[in-house]
């Protein structure tokens, strides 16, 4: 076995000032989550109101950026993660991921559209697939005009998690990165570039019968914008 | 069938359900005041009113001393003092949660911990923040219809009926699919409790034929371990690091592969690793310490129990071993002061006869190691004293480890006395005589060891044959206090006391239920599972005996072994000279 992990004292220091800052960041979401939850009809006209809901959303970025990057990046350049896939039903799913995005969406107008049998089971990693799915359509918010569909379904054994827009759809170059690290290939040129490595990482995690999870990025999915797909054996 | 929601909200949110979380009593533990309010006013989004909060694992504890709480949340990382997972440790071991009571463990990513699978005491879930309403509700009303599900094995494991609790486990899969996986999992770990390794390894290789579970690899790891085949399980364990480098267990089981191997500096190295991976247990700390010890790696070992003692003020599995590991250190160092003032420390904090002869033993080491032989001598005869005055002797390992310094250090009868208990204990342990003869050996003493070891056999197997001969001819009342005579001389002798169990479950079977018969069972078997678990003729005794008990409900399919009355075991022949 072969170690990285540097001295001690200076992991111990590093995890107890990441500890700090999500604590400073859980709070900052939670009070603008609360704030913009509470805003009655009057207050939403306000100018404040617009500006307080991009708050959300960057503090979003940064929230997910910052568990994306320590998720990844504990031991440099060496993706570790602590996997532990259990059975969980399709609607305990969407229930999770919406209640991560409904204010965010609600403060910006954007309509959500669920489709996803409540009743299936499947096995994975709960809290990796909800960081993913949350991450991906705060991603949508991005590109959409006003609408986001999430979209779970079985396909030929496989269960196939999709966040689509109604946008103009991804640029070229972020298509080209969802190509590349969907090939293995370590893209890290952006911001854009961790999100996506996360979740390729996320779905090379799942194996069931020798079978590994993908990701995929496309144009003119349902709604005509861009879509995400993340598909799990 | 799919459903489709198309609302402002996009909300299918998780219903209130079958529980009231309205009314319940809520504990918040988070050292960081914006957390608590967040949480708290989550908890009041789903109804809650009764909501308490503490800042610190001390103020958590106070709290839960005063009031029965039936949510904890409780973040692992609280700064100074206890950690999430030692509030919960000792919570659980002061009995401070009811059984229904939900304890959910929130963490700011997810951490070593939450899968390491190798603590004693699990949370219920594990949350990682940032924590919004519709995931806490999530994840309690899963939780609590998961320990509906489990309530049954549960109380049948307490009870150490495994053997029930393992059918139970199957007869809830068909009702709910979605804890499946929980409850195969907790059917191979019963099933390993009640000595049916092989019917676990079933139940651990058809889970793996699906998925790659951690824990279900580790699992055969270990019943290989338990079958001798330490190659092969150490190989297993190293796989499983290999795939997930997280998971703690299995290097902990890779530890003890390595030193049944004799791959002591191995082992010691992988016990480091997990120590620094999961620096917060005190059973971790403390083999680290031990094993680094044996090697004669000096401030390794001082690091460890070092460590070890520094947890162990904070956590309610403070264990006397560091104290007494920290003293050899000490001596090998050469700090006869440092070391006789920690043991002065275990005896003041851990009072008992057991932790005065081990801090006795101790000391003798610790004067012998340093050459300082006119004392050791003195440890050694006061050592003899203490053993004069009391009859019981602790158990084999502590007895040995008595005998050899008794030895090393000049006292004769004293060690003679000690490896006799321990032969007549473990007569049929081929494993042990071997052991001991080297012992004897060392001592000078072959010749006259091989005698002693003889006579000491064949007095546990003629105690035994008689209870057994007693037992065959019908005399089952003058069998059962036979027995109860020889538990008196030979009181952890496994042997003995099975079929002392056997002969008084034989008793209730033949003239019905008593109360006093059924204690005195229930204590024997207790007593053997706690010289060594995990014995196949435990479970079966213990579900026989469980069947015993007026009004117990009988599970619908006839288990094998159950109520079947099997014979006690003879002693095949005469014990070989």
């Given at each position: 076995m072969d170690d990285h992990t540097g001295s001690p004292e200076l992991f111990m220091f590093l995890a107890s000032t990441v500890h700090d800052m999500k604590n400073s960041i859980s709070v900052l979401g939670g009070t603008l989550e609360n704030l913009l939850d509470q805003a009655r009809p009057e207050q939403q006209a306000d100018p404040a109101y617009p500006q307080m809901a991009h708050m959300l959303y960057q503090t979003r970025r940064l929230s997910d950026n910052l568990m994306q990057l320590l998720a990844l990046y504990k031991e440099v350049g060496k993706p570790t993660y602590p996997f532990e896939p259990n059975t969980v039903p399709v609607r305990d799913l969407v229930q999770q991921v919406v209640s991560q995005v409904r204010i965010l969406l609600e403060s910006k107008q954007i309509t959500l559209e669920v489709e996803a049998p409540p009743e299936l089971l499947w096995t994975f990693d709960e809290d990796l697939v909800i960081g993913v799915l949350a991450h991906a359509v705060n991603n949508a918010v991005r590109y959409t005009r006003d609408r986001i569909r999430l979209d779970i379904a079985e396909r030929d054994g496989m269960l196939e998690l999709s966040v689509a827009d109604n946008?103009?759809?991804?640029?070229p170059s972020m298509l080209e990165a969802g190509t590349l690290v969907g090939q293995g290939v370590n893209f890290l040129t952006n911001s854009s570039g961790l999100g996506l490595f996360f979740a390729s990482e996320v779905a090379r995690m799942h194996k069931r019968r020798q079978v590994g999870g993908t990701i995929r990025l496309e144009n003119g999915g349902p709604l005509g914008g861009g879509r995400f797909v993340l598909t799990l054996p | 069938m799919t459903t489709t929601y198309i609302t402002a909200s996009g909300a299918p949110t998780a219903e209130i359900?079958?529980?009231?979380?309205?009314e319940k009593r809520y504990l918040i533990v988070d050292d960081f005041v914006g957390i608590r309010q967040l949480l708290r006013e989550s908890l009041r989004n789903i109804g809650a009113r009764h909501i308490d909060q503490a800042s610190s694992g001390g103020e958590a504890m106070t709290l839960l001393l005063r009031t029965h709480y039936d949510v904890v949340l409780c973040d692992f990382n609280l700064g100074e003092g206890k950690n999430g997972q030692q509030v919960l440790e000792e919570a659980r071991v002061r009995n401070?949660?009811?059984?229904?009571s939900v304890w959910l463990m929130v963490s700011a990513e997810k951490s070593v911990e939450s899968v390491?699978?190798?603590?004693e005491h699990q949370p219920d879930a594990y949350i990682i923040k940032p924590i919004t309403e519709g995931v806490l509700l999530t994840r309690l009303n899963r939780v609590w219809h998961k320990k509906q599900v489990f309530r049954e094995i549960d109380a049948a494991y307490i009870e150490k009926d495994y053997l029930r609790a393992a059918k139970l486990c199957d007869a809830q899969v068909a009702r709910h699919k979605v804890h499946e996986i929980d409850l195969m999992r907790m059917k191979a770990t019963l099933l390993l409790k009640a000595g049916e390794p092989d019917k676990a390894r079933t139940v651990y290789e058809r889970l793996l034929e699906e998925r790659e579970y951690n824990w279900a690899r580790t699992g055969l790891g270990k019943i290989r371990l338990a079958n001798g085949d330490h190659e092969a399980a150490r190989q297993m364990f190293q796989g499983v690091i290999g795939e997930?480098?997280?998971?703690?267990d299995a290097y902990d089981q890779l530890a003890s592969a390595l030193g049944l191997l004799g791959r002591h500096e191995d082992a010691c190295e992988v016990l480091a690793k997990a120590a620094k991976l999961s620096p917060n247990s005190v059973q971790r700390q403390r083999s680290l310490g031990n094993t680094a010890l044996r090697i004669g790696n000096i401030p390794q070992a001082e690091h460890a129990f070092r460590k070890c003692i520094a947890i162990g003020e904070y956590?309610?599995?403070?264990?006397v071993d560091a104290y007494l590991g920290m003293a050899r250190v000490c001596g090998q160092k050469g700090d006869i002061k440092e070391a006789l003032r920690l043991l002065a420390t275990a005896q003041r904090d851990f009072p008992g006869e057991l932790v005065a002869l081990r801090s006795k033993i101790t000391e003798g080491l610790v004067y012998h190691e340093s050459g300082d032989f006119r004392r050791a001598r003195k440890s050694g005869d006061e050592l003899e004293a203490m053993l004069e005055k009391e009859r019981k002797r602790p158990q084999t390992a502590t007895c040995i480890e008595m005998a050899i310094l008794l030895f090393a250090v000049g006292v004769k009868d004293a060690p003679v006395e000690l490896l006799c208990h321990v032969i007549r204990n473990n007569h049929d342990n081929p494993v042990l005589l071997d052991e001991v003869q080297k012992i004897f050996d060392k001592a000078r003493m072959g010749e006259e060891g091989i005698a002693l070891i003889a006579e000491a056999r064949r007095e546990a197997a003629e105690m035994m044959n008689k209870g057994v001969l007693l037992w065959k001819t019908g005399k089952l009342v003058e069998a059962v206090e036979w027995m109860r005579e020889a538990r008196e001389r030979l009181p952890d002798n496994m042997r003995i006391l099975f079929n002392s169990a056997q002969m008084l479950i034989n008793h209730m079977q033949l003239h019905g239920y008593d109360e006093a018969l059924m204690i005195e069972a229930n204590g024997v078997l207790m007593h053997v599972d706690e010289l060594a678990a995990g014995q196949q003729r435990f479970a079966q005794l213990v579900e026989q005996l469980q069947m015993l008990i007026p009004g117990r409900i009988q599970s619908d399919e006839e288990g094998e072994g159950a109520g079947a009355t099997a014979a006690p075991?003879?002693?095949?022949?005469e014990p070989a000279a």
């Open positions: 946008g103009m759809g991804f640029p | 359900a079958d529980v009231d979380w309205g401070l949660m009811i059984p229904s390491m699978g190798a603590a997930n480098r997280y998971y703690i956590s309610i599995n403070r264990s075991a003879e002693e095949a022949g």
